[in-house]
């Protein structure tokens, strides 16, 4: 089947599970011949492994991250979105722009000068928000804890993200369910999108 190149972000806080969820998807459409691929942000070119290095600092000049995040997402964009993007392939990309939008949002105060640095950004065709509470996000995480993991953090985040949907319309999926659950439907709503692309 065809899909005729489509771009999926999904978005959420640390724990909402969408490495999980982004991982599902792709196995799920190439199953049923959909050629799709995953990628994430931040990425590991040379500007992500930066980015991930910096996550583990104490203090970080919050401009100059949102900028080399601002940059990582144009390589992505460049080298692996839209050549994927152009073979016809659906794209999954484990966060994206509204990271950026949510995140840099709360750690510059600045969303009008956040928004404008990713202006760049393809906008994706679907971006589906996994909405949970930070403290159950947090308890899913088990890995030694960054920066941007804290729980006071991750509700202004959390708020930002659910701001950002109304306006923008994105898809907000409740994330507390179980991973069964939380994936059916993100998968109806993916086959909702797809039904009038994919042959
Ligand atoms: N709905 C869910 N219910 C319970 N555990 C989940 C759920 N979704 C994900 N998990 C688990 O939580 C952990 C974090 O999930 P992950 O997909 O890595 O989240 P994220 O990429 O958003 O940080 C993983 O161990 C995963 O198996
Ligand atoms: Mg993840």
Not at 54 to 78: G, Q, T, W
Not at 102 to 114: G, M
Not at 144 to 153: A, D, G, K, Q, V
């Amino acid at each position: 089947m065809e899909s005729g190149g489509f771009f999926i972000a999904i978005e959420g806080i640390d724990g909402s599970g969408k490495t999980t969820h982004s991982k599902k998807l792709v196995r799920w459409l190439n199953k049923h011949g959909v050629k799709s691929i995953y990628t994430k942000e931040p990425t590991n070119g040379d500007i992500g492994r930066i980015l991930r290095s910096l996550a583990r600092k104490k203090s970080v000049d919050p401009r100059v991250e949102a900028l080399l995040f601002a940059a990582d997402r144009l390589e992505h964009l460049n080298k692996v979105i839209q050549p994927y993007i152009k073979k016809e392939y659906v794209v999954i990309s484990d966060r994206y722009v509204y990271s950026s939008l949510a995140y840099q949002t709360v750690t510059t105060s600045d969303p009008e000068w956040v928004k404008e640095i990713n202006k760049f950004a393809l906008k994706p065709d679907l971006t589906i928000l996994l909405d949970l509470e930070p403290r159950i996000g947090l308890s899913r995480v088990k890995r030694n804890r960054t920066r941007f993991e804290e729980e006071s953090f991750l509700e202004k985040v959390r708020r930002e993200y659910l701001r950002l949907a109304e306006i923008d319309g994105l898809k907000i999926v409740d994330a507390s369910r179980s991973i069964g659950e939380v994936f059916q439907e993100i998968v109806r709503e993916v086959a909702k999108y797809l039904k009038n692309k994919v042959i």
